[in-house]
């Protein structure tokens, strides 16, 4: 669902920047609270992981595929503010490094991609976790409902957005019945996919899942004829450093793989937004993105002749420079909260 540049109208395209930079900025303010020791090195990591699993496109009908948007994803694993900003920054690479998804188009995919996907999930997540029974299953299932809805709302949202600014002269209906038919199918693949994720990580460590905290109950102690909660155990830092890095590198090596190998036998047919754009005029405006002629546009590397060469070979650089680009972002988030609560910064009664 990368808008390219021309699909929307000037006007359009700076108030929709103007939301996702107001969304990225109270984002950053949010995730101080969310990026902790478990959640800080993740962050990265799932953007990174977005990011490659986001070249597997997935065929969902004739001559239509689909890949990951990733909001629901990455809102559930480290939490709905970082899970903007991972989105945020994926995005951005793309953008920049890749040509996909136009430059002044930037506010629409973010507020759509990252936004609108981000806040549908995660409230939709939370109230089925809220009165479903504590277990690891209901997150499971939890995940799999909140990724199937986040992306028909997501195109719902890039319906809205072409109604108000759209340049070319399409019945709005007949986009908006395209649009979502297509998206609800790729909804399911989406949902397969955060499902799966979402279960391996908890099956492996449940604490580093943001949305999986407070899964179990506290056990209780009668202490004066009284029920009260037990004393958290204490966890063994060095086995959970090892159990994180453990993770952390598990995540970093599937992401090479499927980035690096697995996205040469995705679908080659155009994803649901191109398909729908193509069939009822809506690309008759497409611009050239700024960055066309970039060394690794269209996920290849330029002058690498052999195909599959070049897009292992783009697929891992991107993987790499997204970790790298949000690890920094988040770190540098996670050093700012440090900062806020360090007891150098609070003001005490006898220093006022």
């Known amino acids: 669902m990368h808008v390219p540049d ?3 109208n000037a006007p359009t395209s700076v108030a929709t920047g103007v939301v996702a930079a107001g969304a990225v900025a109270v984002s950053l303010r949010g995730a101080r609270r969310e990026l902790d020791e ?12 977005v990011f490659a699993v986001q070249m597997l496109n997935f065929p969902v009908a004739a001559g239509t595929s689909g890949h990951l948007l990733g909001g629901a994803l990455a809102a559930i694993l480290v939490g709905p503010y970082t899970g903007v900003l991972c989105i945020a920054v994926v995005l ?8 996909d998804g136009g430059l002044t188009a930037l506010g629409v995919n973010i507020t759509d991609m990252a936004v609108v996907t981000v806040i549908v999930a995660y409230a939709l997540f939370r109230g089925l976790v809220t009165v ?9 299932a939890a995940s799999f409902a909140a990724a199937l809805i986040s992306v028909p709302a997501a195109a719902l949202a890039f319906t809205f957005f072409y109604w108000i600014g759209g340049t070319t002269d399409v019945a709005i209906g007949k986009v ?3 649009m979502v038919g297509v998206h609800v199918l790729i909804g399911i693949g989406e949902a397969a996919i955060t499902a799966l994720t979402v279960g391996a ?32 155990p204490e966890a063994a830092p060095a086995a959970a450093r090892a159990s994180h890095r453990a993770v952390w590198i598990g995540g970093l090596v599937a992401s090479l793989v499927l980035a690096g190998f697995v996205s040469f036998y995705a679908s080659a047919d155009p994803d649901g937004l191109e398909k729908v754009a193509a069939d009822h005029g809506i690309d008759e405006k497409a611009e050239e993105h700024a960055v066309a002629g970039s060394p690794l546009a269209d996920y290849g590397v330029k002058d ?6 070049s897009g292992g070979l783009a697929g891992v650089i991107g993987v790499g420079v997204t970790v790298v680009a949000g690890t920094a972002v988040f770190w540098a988030v996670r050093r700012r909260r440090a900062a806020d609560t360090s007891p150098s910064s609070t003001t005490t009664p006898e220093s006022v």
């Open 6 to 8: 021309g699909f929307i």
């Open 38 to 49: 478990r959640t800080a090195p993740l962050a990265g990591l799932v953007a990174a992981f």
């Open 92 to 99: 951005l690479m793309q953008g920049i490094l890749f040509a």
């Open 132 to 140: 479903l029974p504590r277990t690891r299953r209901s997150v499971t």
């Open 176 to 178: 908006a019945g395209a």
């Open 201 to 232: 990580v908890i099956a492996v460590r449940p604490d580093l899942v943001y949305g999986a905290r407070g899964l179990r109950a506290p056990l209780k102690l009668r202490v004066g004829g009284e029920l009260v909660d037990a004393p958290a």
């Open 304 to 309: 690498v002749d052999d195909a599959r060469i």
